[in-house]
């Protein structure tokens, strides 16, 4: 199996997986067992709920019945090893595999509605890409503390009260939305909570307490009540003073921290106090930080922060290999964009050159011909200047208005990759033409499309 992060693949017994698993699932505060008529009965009022609403007027019929599942499955929960954290003892990611459960479009639908929301909130970064884009050099002073927190087991630490709590004060005072709609929102959030079920090694088990990790509408639950925890008691505090800098990816959190290392001390005390549920881990340093997938340093000469590209110390080459029966244009596209990946974040040209070699190295070893390698590094080498300039102080918006690199999303027809992809291929270029006959589509649709293939 892949393991949480870093690639590669780990190797286990597979009664020592499901011992793991087993043990997980029979942590009373977490899981509980459940009979199958349990689960009928849920499911039986859950349909219950959804007529009513139709009924009412609450939904509408095209409402319900994307909402309604005539033929729900229950979800199967799999385990991904977190070998980065240590393998003594070995710890799981539990993730819940929803496709298809009655819950899913409920999910789904409040995810849906709630997600411009959550994309407003700046503190909140999107990637890493995103987050070294809000690094200003108006930050920079020589005695800044760089700090990382990680949350321990958010997704299932977050209490149902609670966190249904939370979730309705924010769309209450913060998201614009109406009373109706806030309250339907709620109502549903609660339902997808309440009615976690999981399917395991021949037993059907309940999630008592957090959100489960794999479902549509888990990063938007944890960001809401996140969002909430840090307006009451870190942003609204005399805390707040310190901090020069603050970003939030889920349950990591970075912090530039204006005090001295122990009144860091004293919050770090504090944030593990303001709850009974939440947990935090930090990392704390005068020089630099590892966030994400960026190392973030002090240039002390130039006073001003620098970036690199990070990679944790279970990190292995998991590239696609170039004898795999994928399109040469999608090999060319993960080299090429490897290496701009590299000239945006990596700031100092020395740390570039360094990662443009490196990645080299690792090309070569999943078989890729050295002079497409070459070729496409001196490409990006050569418009570093232009095109991809770092994204720490000279940094712009990649997507310019002339680049040609930037990509045409109106000629891709995206499908899951079959044995029958080319029977598919061939009848959508034989009717392609159809698109063009359409009012709204005719001058943006290309003469032929271009296909993306999903893993299966």
Same mark, same amino acid.
């Given at each position: ?240 003073? +310190? ?26 005390? +504090? ?43 279970? +990190? ?100 899951? +990759? ?39």
């Amino acid at each position: 199996m892949k393991p949480d992060k870093g690639g590669g693949v780990v190797l286990m017994y597979n009664s020592d997986y499901d011992s793991h698993l087993h043990d997980m699932l029979h942590d009373s505060d977490q899981y509980e067992i459940v009979s199958k008529s349990e689960v009928n009965i849920a499911f039986s009022k859950i349909n219950f709920m959804l007529t009513d609403h139709l009924l009412q007027g609450v939904i509408n019929e095209r409402l319900f019945n994307y909402l309604h599942v005539n033929k729900p499955k229950i979800p199967i929960i799999f385990g991904i090893p977190n070998i980065h954290k240590g393998l003594d003892p070995l710890r799981f990611r539990p993730i819940v595999s929803g496709a298809g459960s009655i819950t899913e479009p409920l999910g789904k639908f409040v995810d849906h509605i709630t997600k411009q929301f959550c994309s407003s909130l700046k503190h909140v970064c999107k990637d890493s890409w995103d987050f070294l884009k809000g690094i200003e050099c108006s930050f920079f002073q020589p005695g800044l503390l760089m700090v990382t927190i990680d949350i321990v087991d958010l997704f299932p630490s977050i209490p149902h009260s609670v966190g249904l709590e939370w979730f309705n004060e924010v769309l209450s005072l913060e998201a614009g939305l109406s009373n109706k709609v806030t309250g339907l929102l709620v109502e549903f959030m609660e339902i997808v909570l309440e009615n976690n079920f999981i399917y395991f090694n021949g037993e059907l088990y309940k999630q008592r307490s957090g959100v489960a990790m794999g479902a549509s509408f888990a990063t938007l639950y944890a960001n809401v009540v996140l969002h909430r925890w840090e307006q009451r008691l870190i942003f609204s505090t005399t805390w707040a003073q +310190y901090l020069t800098h603050y970003k939030r990816y889920l349950d990591d959190i970075c912090i530039l921290w204006n005090g001295t290392q122990n009144q860091f001390l004293d919050f770090f005390h +504090y944030l593990n106090s303001t709850t009974h549920f939440l947990a935090f881990t930090y990392n704390v340093s005068d020089n630099e930080l590892h966030y994400l997938d960026v190392t973030l340093f002090k240039d002390l000469n130039n006073h001003t922060f620098q970036s690199k590209l990070y990679r944790k110390s279970t +990190y292995s080459n998991s590239y696609l290999h170039f004898q795999s029966g994928h399109p040469f244009y999608q090999k060319k596209g993960i080299v090429k964009g490897q290496f701009i990946r590299a000239s945006r974040m990596c700031s100092t040209p020395v740390d570039f050159l360094k990662e443009i070699n490196f990645l080299k190295s690792l090309f070569l070893e999943r078989g890729y011909p050295p002079s497409l390698i070459s070729t496409l590094a001196q490409d990006v080498i050569d418009n570093r200047a232009i095109k991809y300039l770092p994204l720490i102080g000279k940094g712009t918006s990649f997507n310019t208005g002339n680049n040609k690199d930037a990509p045409d999303l109106y000629g891709n027809f995206i499908y899951t +990759y079959s044995f029958s992809s080319a029977d598919i291929e061939e009848s959508v270029n034989r009717h392609w033409s159809v698109l063009t006959l359409h009012d709204e589509l005719k001058d943006i649709v290309p003469t032929h499309p271009r296909f993306v293939r999903k893993r299966c």
